[in-house]
């Protein structure tokens, strides 16, 4: 069973970058290199190694598992009332980490935020020409957020080029000049390969932003299926482990490593 990490009860613990976990998105570096496969596409895709920006999950999560379940429902439930609840399960979810955490991510960062911005959802259908994005769920819940009330908030809408996968873009989404000087603290629901808010990224430095760092609700990890990945499923059951060692600090440990400091062995 995933070891709750804070008031919301949502997810695995997050593990800091060191061997076997990637130093960008903190999830399972299989190879023995510093990053993982996924972040190292994603960043050659790109034309750039990986940004300055930290980014920081919250929790890990797997298809199937009562955070993914809120990541997914917040937005895609069929009843309004399911989504409201799935909403404030959300909230729950950040405010706590950001709260206990946000201080030790601007250390890390080496700067706070005075601006948030959300990444843009997929478009329902690929086929549309509008670069206007719907409002998102998500600016409404970081809206509730003691943390982040009085920020400014930095628009990102679709651009010209398209971003999948593993197959992110740098003109995949536009920001208005707006965002010129802001310090941005980003912010997505679920990181899989991180092709769209890299790329979200690379549009706020395009339009003259600093992204001081990448704040994403989970860190997507295989799936509960019994017939998951082996090495993802192990990999998996590391992290409960450590998480079970560490044990709750400050409504979870985070994932900068002057929060906790384990390394897998």
């Not at 980490?97 to 990444?119: E, N, Q, R, T």
């Amino acid at each position: 069973m995933s070891r709750p990490v804070g008031p919301s009860g949502l997810g695995v613990p997050v593990p800091p970058g060191g061997p076997g976990v990637c130093a960008t998105c903190h999830g399972p570096a299989r190879d023995g290199r510093r990053e993982c496969w996924c972040c190292r596409a994603v960043a050659a895709a790109l034309g750039h190694g990986p940004g300055p920006s930290p980014v920081v999950p919250v929790a890990l999560c797997r298809t199937g598992d009562r955070l993914h379940s809120v990541l997914r429902g917040y937005k895609d439930a069929p009843a309004v009332a399911a989504r409201r609840h799935f909403a404030r399960g959300l909230g729950v979810h950040l405010a706590g980490f950001l709260s206990a955490h946000g201080a030790c991510i601007a250390k890390a960062a080496g700067s706070h935020w005075d601006s948030v911005a959300v990444v843009p959802s997929s478009a329902r259908n690929p086929g549309a020409r509008c670069r206007l994005s719907p409002p998102h769920p998500l600016a409404e819940v970081l809206g509730s957020i003691p943390h982040l009330s009085g920020l400014a908030s930095v628009e990102i809408s679709r651009g010209p080029g398209s971003v999948d996968h593993l197959a992110p873009a740098a003109k995949a989404f536009e920001v208005a000049g707006e965002a010129a000087g802001r310090r941005v603290l980003l912010v997505d629901d679920t990181w899989v390969t991180g092709a769209r808010m890299q790329s979200a990224a690379a549009a706020l430095v395009e339009g003259g932003a600093q992204v001081v760092a990448m704040v994403v609700a989970g860190r997507a990890v295989g799936s509960v299926d019994p017939a998951s990945v082996p090495a993802l499923e192990r990999w998996w059951r590391w992290a409960e482990a450590r998480g079970r060692r560490v044990g709750e600090v400050a409504r979870g440990p985070c994932c900068m490593a002057n929060c906790a400091r384990e390394r897998p062995g």
